[in-house]
């Protein structure tokens, strides 16, 4: 699990979440205000799908705007199993650890889920994951 979690307030443009991105190295930021508890997430696909396929200026659009407010996340007690249960369920590569009032822990990743165990399982959750639906409107290829 990663302990270290860049994170974003929910009143910032997606345009500085893009750059806090880059410069972390991230696709994914939890969304919360200052200390406070994660309300959501962002991803780069959001940014993708829902500001610029919609033909929107990142400049303009706050976060809260487009992130995620379905929270895939277990609890600091809970096992690496559960939270690959969690990923492939959601059909996400990252679960939020958070404590029992939403406050952010961090972040267990594919990554980890695979350097935990090594075997086969991660390689099912990663085929469970990317079998994720389409979005409405996104023409199938």
Do not use: W
Request: aromatic residues 2%; proline residues 9%.
């Amino acid at each position: 699990m990663a302990r270290e979690v860049a994170t974003v307030p929910p009143t910032a443009s997606v345009a500085e979440a893009s750059r806090l991105m880059r410069d972390a190295a991230v696709g994914f930021l939890p969304v919360r205000a200052e200390g406070g508890p994660v309300t959501g997430v962002i991803t780069d696909r959001d940014v993708m799908l829902r500001v610029c396929a919609e033909g929107l200026h990142p400049s303009e659009v706050p976060v809260s705007q487009v992130m995620s407010t379905e929270l895939s996340s277990v609890g600091p007690e809970d096992t690496v199993q559960l939270a690959e249960e969690m990923m492939a369920m959601y059909h996400t590569s990252r679960v939020l650890v958070l404590d029992r009032e939403n406050g952010l822990m961090g972040v267990v990743s594919l990554a980890d889920v695979a350097l935990a165990d090594g075997g086969p399982r991660p390689g099912e959750t990663l085929r469970r994951l990317s079998a994720r639906p389409k979005s409405p409107g996104v023409p199938s290829t």
